[in-house]
């Protein structure tokens, strides 16, 4: 397991068990002063270390301070203060969170909730991604996947983050990146949870 771990931590793809961070969707962010408001606000909160508002796709992101013991309900509180309302994407450690964040970002806002891991790897003009969430967030997401691998235009590579060719079948889902080519493997290790491998243009 520790050379597993060295491994990973080599490649860029262990969250490192930091800071919290809670990434949410903000209902009505449509404008600079919108965003200056939520991050005035949240800076205000104790709990908050740091904010990040990305408004092209309607995302805050706060860094939590050790033991402040803030909540995904606390978070939509302090955009509630801001006046606006907010759904909780995921509540992780730090690496994590921020993983959710960029992948949330290139979906458009629309990366389901219940994520519980999420890594990254880069090469190439791909980006590669292993995401672990909840198997029913899981359908509703992947209904938008539609077509055959043999459609991509490129050959799959490896993807590096524990899928390998022939472990599951592979699709195209370029709908899910707002149609970037991507080709898409699910696994479903239990009956509560999907984990997802997704190769992805950029």
């Not at 990973?8 to 490192?16: D, E, I, N, R, Y």
């Not at 800076?43 to 706060?62: E, K, S, W, Y």
């Not at 949330?104 to 969430?133: E, M, N, W």
């Not at 590579?157 to 699709?171: E, F």
């Amino acid at each position: 397991m520790k050379n597993l771990l060295i491994l990973l931590a080599g490649l860029g793809l262990v969250p490192a068990v930091t800071a919290r961070e809670i990434v949410l969707t903000v209902e009505g962010l449509v404008c600079a002063f919108c965003a200056n408001g939520i991050a005035a606000t949240a800076q205000r909160d104790p709990a908050i270390a740091d904010v990040v508002v990305d408004l092209d796709n309607a995302l805050a992101r706060f860094v939590v301070k050790p033991n402040a013991g803030l909540t995904a309900d606390g978070a939509k509180k302090i955009i509630a203060r801001a006046g606006y309302e907010a759904s909780a994407v995921t509540v992780t450690d730090q690496s994590t969170a921020a993983n959710v964040f960029e992948l949330t970002a290139l979906a458009g806002g629309k990366l389901p909730s219940a994520v519980t891991s999420a890594y990254l790897g880069k090469t190439a003009g791909r980006l590669f991604a292993r995401i672990t969430l909840e198997r029913t967030h899981a359908s509703a997401w992947l209904q938008v996947a539609t077509g055959e691998s043999a459609a991509f235009t490129a050959v799959p590579a490896d993807m590096p983050l524990g899928w390998t060719p022939g472990s599951a079948p592979v699709r195209r889902a370029d709908a899910l990146f707002g149609g970037r080519p991507t080709l898409l493997a699910l696994d479903q290790p239990d009956d509560h949870t999907t984990v997802l491998y997704l190769e992805v243009m950029i």
